[in-house]
């Protein structure tokens, strides 16, 4: 197991090694990481959740949940929602869980490690996926994309969250492997590959950046149904 507690601030990592955190969080920065994505990222979250509209028996997929910290918001939405929450990295699954079991005792909650370019789970499977602040990493966005209209059922909802370029590219850590997008851009992609926006939400907040500075933020968040059959 790796340890998960940082020697390191997130303040004196480099840039690229703060990018690869924020990637993929990993060994004894790990946990700090999370903490930081929480407390920059808390507010988007709130509002994505809401968004989805959750109902009772929903079946949500969520997309990078790091260390699991908005799982008890989704699975108290609404009556008997079971969730999942997928994470590429080995030690934020393993921090989730740890975060998370008292809630996992009580509610239909689970993290796995996998890649959301290739999941196991059946055709149709989730009537809700939410993905925050993900999007920058998929470095097959088309691959992934077409992988969550497999596993959404046809009346499911993906919620997209993720910061403007015109913000995001100020901060200088993107350089290093950030994919970065505007609203037309976002649009084009996801409405090539299968996705019609039901509604478009934009809102601008002054918050904390994973470098710990106060940064004024423009994200986007898509509220999206396939358009057709999967392909």
């Known amino acids: ?25 990993s060994g004894e920065n790990a946990r700090e990481t999370a903490a930081s994505m929480n407390r920059a990222n808390r507010e988007t979250n709130r509002r994505a959740i809401e968004l989805l509209r959750l ?21 108290t939405a609404a009556a008997h929602v079971a969730y999942i929450g997928l994470d590429w990295s080995h030690d934020m699954v393993l921090e989730a869980q740890r975060r998370n079991h008292r809630l996992a005792a009580i509610y239909p909650v689970v993290f796995q490690h996998g890649n959301a370019k290739h999941m196991h789970f059946a055709d149709a499977s989730f009537d809700k996926v939410l993905a925050v602040h993900t999007v920058y990493f998929w470095d097959n966005p088309q691959a992934h994309l077409q992988e969550l209209r497999r596993v959404i059922k046809p009346s499911g909802q993906l919620c997209l969250a993720f910061g403007d370029r015109s913000f ?20 084009a992609l996801l409405e090539s590959h299968g996705w019609q926006i039901s509604k478009h939400q934009r809102h601008i907040e002054s918050g904390l950046s994973n470098r710990g500075q106060m940064v004024q933020k423009t994200i986007h968040m898509m509220l999206c149904q396939a358009a057709g059959p999967t392909l």
């Open 55 to 75: 109902k009772a028996h929903n079946k949500v997929l969520e997309i990078g949940p790091g260390n699991g910290a908005f799982a008890a918001q989704i699975v």
């Open 168 to 187: 995001m590219h100020q901060l200088p850590f993107t350089r290093h492997g950030f994919a970065l997008y505007d609203e037309h851009g976002m649009k």
């Open 1 to 25: 197991m790796s340890k998960l507690v940082s020697t390191q601030s997130q303040t004196t990592l480099s840039d690229a090694a703060l990018a690869a955190q924020l990637r993929q969080p």
